[in-house]
Every structure is written in structure tokens, then in C-alpha cells.
């Protein structure tokens, strides 16, 4: 999270009027909390939690874009949400978020974990092509269902019992 605050603070000597919402629980007197008090983003970060699904999926629809900026990510439920709700997403290469994701400008935009500056520049490029951001939004989505649904998981799984089967 430090390094989309520190994203954030960039952003906005541009764009004051930028606003995160972050999805978790604000922990007074850790990192997170010293780098908004340092960065002076009191005014420009919420953090939301205890919310139910419904209102997770409100965030998403109210959002202009989902960033998922981890510096190493398994099987990512936040990205997958976010693309799965059709919101242009910008996260980072960590671990497997590339694979999950998909290609950098078609279903995702990417950038390398843990550089801020990078991280600001992909967040800036979304915002100033919102064509562009919406195309991607909605083939991030696309690459949800035909990759990502529980009955995708289930054809593949029983797939790969069945190939498993034949080979003995």
C-alpha cells in the first residue's frame, strides 16, 4: 500500500482532486498510517471495512479505476474482483498477477512491484485515455468468465482427472 500512497501524493501536485478508497482496515501508527500523516493524504484516502459483498461491489461500480499494487501476489481475489466488475485495472507483475490478469494495455495495465513512480505513470496513463481504459475494463472482464468462474475451474479440474485417467 506505500507505494500506491506514494502514487497517490504524485498524481495529485496534477490531479488534486484524486481520491483512494481502499478496501481494509487503516492501522493507526503502522506504515500505511505514517506514510498518509508524511505524504499529507488525510484528506485524500478512506479506508473501508467490515462492508458487505454488496458494498464491495458498489465500490467497484463507483470506482474510476481498481489498483491492485502488490509486490507479490498469488491467485489475486482483489484483481479478479475488480476485472470481473468491468473496472479498468492497473496492478502491478508481482508473482503471478501477470498471468491472472492478462497482457499489460489489453485486459490489465501493469507495471514492476514495488516502484511508485511506475505505478503513478501506468494510473495516469489510464485516467488520460479513458477509451482505452473502458476497452480494457471490459476485456478484463471477459478474461474473468472465460478463465476465471468456478465453472471454468470445474471443467478444467475434471479435465485434468480425466487426462490423468487415460495416462494410468
Not at 485495472?89 to 508473482?95: E, N, P, W, Y
Not at 512491484?113 to 494510473?123: E, K, Q
Not at 474473468?144 to 494410468?168: C, D, P, S
Request: charged content about 25%; hydrophobic content about 40%; aromatic content about 6%.
Amino acid at each position: 500500500l506505500s507505494y500506491l500512497l506514494e502514487a497517490l501524493a504524485k498524481l495529485r501536485t496534477e490531479r488534486e482532486d484524486l481520491h483512494l478508497v481502499v478496501i481494509g482496515r487503516r492501522k493507526p501508527g503502522g506504515r500505511s498510517d505514517e506514510t498518509i500523516r508524511n505524504l499529507g493524504l488525510e484528506d485524500a484516502v478512506t479506508f473501508v471495512t467490515g462492508v458487505p459483498d454488496d458494498r464491495i461491489i458498489e465500490l467497484y461500480a463507483e470506482a474510476e479505476l481498481a489498483v491492485v499494487p502488490s509486490l507479490y501476489e498469488g491467485f489475486s481475489l482483489p484483481a479478479i474482483e475488480a476485472q470481473c466488475s468491468g473496472v479498468p485495472l492497473v496492478a502491478t507483475t508481482g508473482g503471478a498477477l501477470r498471468e491472472v490478469v492478462g497482457p499489460d494495455g489489453e485486459t490489465a495495465f501493469t507495471c514492476p512491484p514495488g516502484d511508485a513512480a511506475a505505478l503513478a505513470a501506468r494510473i495516469n496513463f489510464a485516467m488520460d485515455n479513458p477509451e482505452l481504459a473502458t476497452k480494457v475494463g471490459l476485456a478484463g472482464r471477459q478474461r474473468v468468465i472465460e478463465n476465471w468462474t468456478w465453472r471454468h475451474t470445474a471443467e478444467k479440474t475434471v479435465e485434468q482427472y480425466r487426462i490423468r485417467l487415460k495416462q494410468g
